[in-house]
């Protein structure tokens, strides 16, 4: 486990925007940053990252957090995980204390996974550099294609030996339990149960995802097997770290290319990123000859929303071109295609040309999607249905894009290169997006009727406005929690002495709730307040620094959410934040929470009056209670109504 002073060394280190910035294209606005939400899909920055209070957060969706909490979600690592990576990129040792035997259980299964893959491929770069076999077949490949050691270098490209139980044993000798082994999919057990190695015979392409981390391989067979083989490439299956929809080859070495170009070139295979980073366009990904999902889509989105698809000239390539596109769009993403010469693809391409004349080429015969499916879709057609068929396939690629202006613009350009009437065009795009919207209508419906059906299974305390009224208070305990509104409160020792305390606001709240044998409905909101309590001795205790800092992800994202301010008010008209103004706001606040549970409460009682009609005892009991309650709310109602000093 890592020890308190190293997390605090690596907390001071992490800069939020370097951190952020690892992910996000982020541009200067005001004395924050603001970038598109890497957390859920948006077309108009809402993202904003705070360097002065060192978190991040999302208008639109809520998502944010300290520079470990940012990197826990985006990545789904742990916290021992997300501190490990920070303290690698800031070049901080990690000092640990000797782990217990329980949390050596409790190690997480993704971490060990993924230093697996970093020992695997450690392995197959020192075989293809080192290993007789590997300098004459594997290094004998690359140079054949052209490969200089710098960026066989620069892609961890290796070599797996033809012995298929080599890498499997040197793993074992390592130390890695041969379950982990099967996870990654490096190798396969017989029905014997031998451990068989998967890319015995192949050069290796190691997967490197966004984040730096080896999530996969990709294995390419050299010898003479490959004769006749549609399938020369085998890649890792999915796992727990890879996903092969979620990842994009050569995106963490592209990544900062594709930023400061505003574009990212896709293309098919392995070696047609790696030849182009050589020709000096290092702005490329490959999907592996797979559509493109929309986990990618909006992984390059954050990069960049210019696209520019780069396929071999032949009919595989246009069909290659034509796939995922409508999905494309939709995302906003503005996409070029260029097919290549015939018999070329971008790797022979990359090898012939200098970067410039391929920048030049793509400049002069890149192009606009629409139009190239609407010259692919007509070129030759003269049966009338197939025409009608390739129009409306054309006219539903339009339809998905959400700029009107852009829309607009492709459809005035459609009706003239098709030969039809605009009004025509509008007609069946009108009828493609009113269909969308209602599918996305009833998806909503059922996602709420399933909502309001698991609130009716939910007894609670308090109504709906009463959670509103919590979070309320939780985020006043997260802003102000450790400002003291109360000074030289009287209390009893229990020899029955009496002194003088002082009560901040976070020990006012729990005081008020103890007092009613109160609790919030939500769990968290319980466990920052007794947090906030437990810690208001501490010296320079100060809550939302703390909250917001805060190890447990959850909590950290929370209090990010609750400390940032959605409208910021001119300075002239911000309310000023005295202990008299935060005291009479916390004590509304509590009377108002306190009001919504009786009120709660007598909703039930009188339910409770209705069913018991035909039972004298439950009656009588119940209109007690009814009665009771009815006192409490009357006497809460005078105190809203008048002013708490």
Known sequence: MIDKATIDRIMNAADIVDVVSEFVSLRKSGSNFKGLCPFHNEKTPSFVVSPSRGICHCFSCGKGGNAVGFIMEHEQMTYPEALRWLAKRYHIEIVEHELSDDEKRKENERESLFIVNEWAKDYFKNLLHNDIDGRAIGMQYFRSRGFRDDI????????????????????????????????????????????????SGRVIFPWINVSGKVCAFGGRLIDSRTKGLN??????????IYHKDHELYG?????????????????????????????????????????????????????????????DGDAAGIHAALRG????????????????????????????????????????????????????????????????????????????????????????????????????????MNQYIYSDKENIRKEEERQKEKIITQIKEQKSDVSS???????????????????VIYNNVEFENEDGTKGTTSLNLAQYVNYELSADNLKFQNPLFNNILQEAVEH???????????????????????????????FKLSRSLQPQITPDNVRNDIRHLILDYRMDIIENRIKEYRDEIMASQNDPEKLKEAMAKYSDAQTIRNNLAKLLGSNIL
């Open 231 to 240: 399938q020369k490439y085998l890649n890792s299956p999915d796992s727990e």
């Open 251 to 311: 995106i963490y070495q592209a990544k900062k290319a594709i930023v400061k170009e505003d574009m990212v070139y896709m293309v098919e295979g392995y070696t047609d990123v790696i030849s182009m980073h050589q020709c000096g366009i290092e702005n490329v990904v490959a999907n592996s000859g797979t559509a493109l999902s929309i986990h990618q889509i909006r992984l390059l989105r954050r990069f960049s929303p210019n696209i520019t698809l780069i396929y």
């Open 152 to 199: 066989i270098e620069k892609f961890d490209l290796g070599f797996a030996l033809a012995d298929r139980s080599n890498m499997a044993n040197a793993a074992l000798a390592a130390g890695y339990k041969d379950d982990y082994l099967v996870k990654t999919g490096l190798c396969f057990k017989t029905e014997h149960e031998e451990l068989v190695d998967k890319f």
């Open 465 to 483: 406005a009463g959670l509103k009224i919590e979070r309320l208070i939780i985020q006043m305990v997260i802003r102000y929690g450790e400002i």
């Open 325 to 428: 596109t409508d999905m494309l769009l939709s995302e906003g993403m503005n996409i070029k295609v260029l097919l290549l010469p015939q018999d070329e693809d971008p790797d022979g391409f990359a090898q012939k040309h200098s970067a410039e004349e391929f920048r030049n080429y793509i400049i002069n015969n890149a192009t606009d999607f629409i139009k190239f499916k609407t010259r692919v879709m007509l070129e030759g057609v003269t049966d009338t249905v197939k025409r009608a068929e390739a129009v409306n396939s054309i006219i539903r690629s339009v339809s998905v894009i959400s700029d009107p202006i852009i829309r607009a613009s492709y459809l005035k350009e459609s009706a003239s290169s098709l030969g039809l009437s605009e009004t025509t065009l509008i007609t069946i």
């Open 536 to 566: 208001s001795s501490d010296k320079d205790f100060v809550a939302e620094t703390y909250f917001t800092m805060h190890p447990d992800f959850e909590i950290s994202s929370l209090a990010t959410d609750l400390s940032v301010e959605k």
